[in-house]
């Protein structure tokens, strides 16, 4: 009958219309409930896990950061070092911890570099473990030797590389570190073969340069200035865009002829354990940009040397996936084994 027909549309029209009023009102009550999280994250205090010793770049930027954002989100955030294994052993922390938020991670390149290289022996996945909270700094280097050598530019350095096939060394701050994959790039680059000389840091490595020992290295720009002054150090090239503030007469890389070696600077940036929850996360990063975009933050990052970069969560995902690519390209084809 017609009634029945028209009490039945109407019934399944007022069914239909409870069902999305409440579809409406669940997502309404996800939506408060997100902001709500965000906004009480985070309650109590927040450990950021370090992977190497105290007073490293990594170490010191972390603990600008933390120190920023214990007086922007009113709870204290706490650097705890775990050196080892090339970072391994905090890196396998953060990934086995529970994804609250209040486990977090500073990492730099060897989060990806050791996955490459030593892939099946470390308990983490870079990209399934964790989730990418912002890119604070990168830290670009500058390629330096002895004024005792005839080398006053990459090109001399370079010519002589050809002229000398395995005979000019570069020094290492340790296999598969940023120094070793900078150095191993440019070899790829200019079709040249050089050795590798291994230390256990960087210190080490600058020393054995100065004295002559080792031709030449790949180093982070900070703190060689004085070096540099007293004529301990030629600077030949620098790993930035554009001329650095600190050595405006030295040329770029790119200037140099080696195109793409300003994205071989080291990066330091802040992960959390996937699953992590994304009001959180976001919060992180955005009071983690509203850190470095600080007057004081930036003059203490520019007397590191570090280029800010404060980037979002998907920006430094999508970076990390290109870095990630990048130096396994670099590993595979110039065979850089881990120690």
């Not at 219309?17 to 997502?27: D, G, I, S, W």
């Not at 770049?57 to 294994?85: C, K, W, Y």
């Not at 890389?253 to 996360?281: D, K, R």
Request: with cysteine; aromatic share 6%; charged share 20%.
């Amino acid at each position: 009958m017609p009634g029945d027909g028209d009490d039945v549309l109407f019934r399944s029209a007022g069914g239909a219309m409870k069902r999305a009023t409440a579809v409406l009102a669940a997502v309404a009550f996800c939506a408060l409930a997100g902001g709500a999280a965000a906004q009480s994250y985070p309650a109590r205090p927040v450990r950021i896990l370090v992977g190497f010793a105290a007073g490293g770049p990594t170490d010191v930027i972390a603990r600008i950061v933390a120190q920023d954002m214990t007086g922007s989100l009113g709870q204290s955030f706490v650097v705890e070092n775990r050196p080892g294994a090339n970072a391994i052993i905090a890196t396998e922390a953060v990934a086995r911890s529970a994804p609250d938020g209040y486990t977090l991670l500073f990492s730099s390149l060897s989060l990806l570099v050791n996955a490459i290289l030593l892939e099946g022996k470390v308990h983490y996945d870079p990209f399934k473990d964790f989730a990418p909270v912002s890119n604070a700094a990168v830290l670009p280097m500058v390629v330096v030797t002895s004024p005792e050598t005839r080398i006053n530019s990459m090109q001399d350095l370079i010519a002589l590389a050809r002229a000398k096939p395995g005979e000019l060394s570069y020094a290492t701050s340790g296999n598969g570190g940023s120094t070793h994959l900078a150095g191993a790039m440019l070899e790829n680059a200019t079709g040249t073969k050089m050795i590798n000389v291994p230390f256990k840091g960087n210190g080490p490595a600058l020393a054995e340069v100065m004295a002559g020992r080792v031709t030449f290295m790949f180093y982070p720009i900070v703190g060689i200035a004085d070096q540099v002054s007293a004529r301990k150090l030629r600077v030949l090239a620098v790993g930035t865009p554009r001329p650095h503030a600190d050595f405006p007469a030295v040329p770029t890389l790119e200037q140099s002829g080696l195109p793409g070696f300003e994205e071989t600077a080291p990066w330091v940036g802040m992960l959390a354990p996937a699953g992590t929850p994304a009001p959180a996360v976001d919060r992180l990063a955005r009071d983690m940009r509203k850190s470095l975009a600080g007057r004081e933050t930036q003059e203490r990052m520019k007397a590191l040397g570090a280029v800010t970069v404060a980037d979002t969560p998907s920006e430094f995902a999508a970076f990390l996936k290109k870095d990630y690519e990048r130096w396994a390209r670099v590993i595979k084809t110039s065979g850089v084994k881990a120690e």
